[in-house]
């Protein structure tokens, strides 16, 4: 559980801790496992960004529909790829830009609360989805693009929301492995976690 929280927070804020650098996987393979995280009528149609051999996010496809699905960063540990609605795109990027500026996750979360608190920094209306889709690397074939046994979380952005607000729990109700629970309430990064049980290989 611990693990999600960190994988959708680096997602969120752009931030995480850098490993050996690894080899890039080609666009091809780069785009092939992003859309991992995306659901399967949704998949074609997803606008894909990726990173060139700088280590800089770049668009590797345009799309057609309202889906942006991020790479696997080659220089952080573990796999993960992120699939969101296109009105999150200024928040997400103006994480990696934060990022970029050497921030802290805590320092890049006060930057943007800020900032959308004032306007400066436009979130979405209505409530968004974010899909992260994660494995360990040694279920990653970096040669062919083939991922085995990841596993698909959900969130739902929705800024400025409260526990009273929605009627979500603070926290996840260990009884019940999927309920839905709210965090960071109250804040522009308010977002429902939805956590589903994993599936042993063969189930």
């Given at each position: 559980?611990?693990?999600?929280?960190?994988?959708?927070?680096?997602?969120?804020?752009?931030?995480?801790?850098?490993?050996?650098?690894?080899?890039?996987?080609?666009?091809?393979?780069?785009?092939?496992?992003?859309?991992?995280?995306?659901?399967?009528?949704?998949?074609?149609?997803?606008t894909v960004l990726g990173y060139n051999q700088?280590?800089?996010?770049?668009?590797?496809?345009?799309?057609?529909?309202?889906?942006?699905?991020?790479?696997?960063?080659?220089?952080?540990?573990?796999?993960?790829v992120s699939c969101y609605h296109r009105d999150?795109?200024?928040?997400?990027?103006?994480?990696r830009e934060l990022r970029k500026q050497g921030?802290?996750?805590?320092?890049?979360?006060?930057?943007?609360?800020?900032?959308?608190?004032?306007?400066?920094?436009?979130?979405?209306?209505?409530?968004?989805?974010?899909?992260?889709?994660?494995?360990?690397?040694?279920?990653?074939?970096?040669?062919?693009?083939?991922?085995?046994?990841?596993?698909?979380?959900?969130?739902?952005?929705?800024?400025?929301?409260?526990?009273?607000?929605?009627?979500?729990?603070?926290?996840?109700?260990?009884?019940?492995?999927?309920?839905?629970?709210?965090?960071?309430?109250?804040?522009?990064?308010?977002?429902?976690?939805?956590?589903?049980?994993?599936?042993?290989?063969?189930?």
């Open positions: 559980m611990k693990k999600f929280f960190a994988l959708v927070f680096t997602v969120m804020t752009g931030y995480g801790a850098h490993a050996q650098s690894t080899p890039l996987p080609t666009a091809e393979n780069q785009v092939k496992t992003a859309v991992l995280a995306a659901p399967a009528d949704k998949r074609e149609g997803a700088k280590g800089e996010v770049v668009t590797l496809r345009k799309g057609t529909n309202e889906l942006i699905c991020l790479a696997d960063d080659p220089n952080q540990p573990g796999f993960s999150l795109e200024p928040f997400m990027a103006r994480g921030m802290s996750a805590n320092d890049i979360f006060e930057t943007r609360e800020k900032e959308a608190k004032s306007g400066k920094l436009t979130l979405p209306k209505q409530p968004t989805s974010l899909f992260v889709y994660s494995a360990p690397d040694e279920q990653v074939n970096a040669r062919t693009g083939e991922v085995t046994d990841g596993y698909l979380r959900y969130v739902v952005y929705i800024p400025w929301a409260t526990a009273e607000s929605t009627g979500l729990p603070l926290k996840p109700d260990q009884g019940a492995a999927a309920m839905p629970w709210i965090m960071h309430p109250g804040t522009h990064g308010a977002h429902i976690m939805i956590n589903p049980p994993k599936v042993k290989a063969g189930q």
